[in-house]
């Protein structure tokens, strides 16, 4: 059986991802900064698809620890899926480096550390599959979450050279653009009901990304043409916008 790593498996999205992967005959390996908080999904994946389900601690912003990390798993995943992240607040972000730090950290810096890793092993063997959730808001700065969307626009443009470089090695990486989703991270955020897709479309566009070697993926499939129109606005005309 194929296994999935899923990094950072605690949020509401990744469990929904790794409830389709064990679904289709995957054994899971969930990692996550809080492993008691990943035991009850341990044991749930495992009754409901018989699937093989392993828990790892794994702290996005301990960048020394996660060479260890991942010499220490066992079986190498097939699969790695990419899906930490902080969004944080940004008016506080812009007055406090400390919460700065971690939006970028978290966003950006951690994930880059441990998919070096990863992508190095996965060249070597010359297989596997890196799938890395970024978001529609590194698509252009807007004044409401530039600092989140900067993080992410980093991610995103890594995920594009890393799927350029490693091509040549038998690799496949997948960007996936999950738009607004309802989850715990943003259920105080007042976001339109037609657009948000649910954390059950984000698993299903995952696993089909990988299934069919997707580059990018735009969960709810209008995202691509919103953010077509919005990265088209001339920029004397945006910076007066309030997005």
């Known amino acids: 059986m194929p296994t999935a790593l899923i990094l ?10 790794a409830e389709k992967f064990a679904s289709q005959g995957y054994n899971i390996q969930l990692a996550a900064r809080n492993v008691a908080r990943l035991q009850p999904l341990q044991s749930d994946l495992a009754i409901k698809y018989s699937s ?14 996660h ?28 007055d406090d480096w ?24 996965y060249a070597e063997r010359k297989d596997g599959v890196i799938v890395g959730i970024s978001s529609v808001a590194g698509e252009r700065g807007r004044q409401s979450n530039f600092m ?19 091509y040549h090695k038998g690799v496949h990486v997948v960007t996936v653009q ?10 105080n955020l007042p976001l339109p009901k037609m657009l948000t897709a649910k954390p ?10 990988v299934k069919k ?3 990018v993926v735009f969960v709810k499939w209008f995202w691509k043409y919103i953010m077509m129109g919005i990265r088209n606005v001339p920029e004397v005309m945006f910076k007066k916008m309030k997005l």
């Open 178 to 187: 999950p738009g607004f989703v309802a989850t715990k991270m943003t259920e």
């Open 8 to 17: 950072g498996a605690a949020s509401d999205i990744a469990i929904a991802i």
């Open 52 to 65: 093989r389900v392993s828990i790892h601690e794994f702290d996005a912003l301990s960048f020394e620890s």
């Open 67 to 94: 060479a260890a990390f991942f010499d220490e798993i066992e079986p190498k995943p097939d699969v790695t899926i990419c899906v930490f992240g902080y969004l944080g607040e940004n008016e506080k972000a812009v």
């Open 200 to 209: 059950e479309e984000v698993g299903e566009a995952v696993f089909n990304a």
């Open 148 to 166: 989140y969307g900067s993080a992410k626009a980093g991610f995103t443009a890594y995920l594009s050279g890393l799927r350029n470089s490693l």
């Open 98 to 121: 400390a919460q700065a730090s971690k939006i970028i950290h978290t966003n950006y810096t951690g994930a880059v550390s441990i998919l070096n890793i990863i992508s190095k092993y």
């Open 213 to 215: 070697r997707k580059n």
